[in-house]
């Protein structure tokens, strides 16, 4: 019903910037609130970013603040993840996510996710 792709990740230098873009279709028209899930090999799935319909209400993971940024373009569709001064810590899977509101994301649509790896 929902789909999300993700898009641009891969290997990035420790210290470097990425940006990290997702683009859903289908049954979206309704306001819903976007946000960005990471998982790192034998980890639980952890909360990274989400932001409103309106995109004046954000959150983001302590271990995230001040280097990431999250960002939507209703117009298209999409969300956007600007993650600044990366560290090894930060290799993961990051996946999209789709729900009615910051709250529930766990629970909404779910991407196929973008890897990003961090040399040290």
């Known amino acids: 019903q929902v789909q999300l792709v993700e898009s641009g990740g891969g290997l990035v230098q420790a210290g470097g910037s990425l940006r990290l873009s997702c683009a859903a279709s289908?049954?979206?028209?309704?306001?819903?609130?976007m946000g960005w899930f990471r998982q790192a090999p034998g980890k639980e799935r952890e909360f990274v970013a989400a932001i409103s319909w309106g995109g004046s209400v954000t959150s983001y993971a302590d271990s995230v603040k001040g280097r990431f940024t999250i960002s939507r373009d209703n117009g298209k569709n999409t969300v956007a993840l600007q993650m600044n001064s990366l560290s090894p810590e930060d290799t993961a899977v990051y996946y999209c996510a789709l729900a009615a509101n910051i709250a529930t994301l766990n629970h909404g649509s779910w991407g196929q996710g973008t890897q990003v790896t961090v040399s040290s």
């Open positions: 289908g049954r979206t028209f309704i306001d819903h609130a």
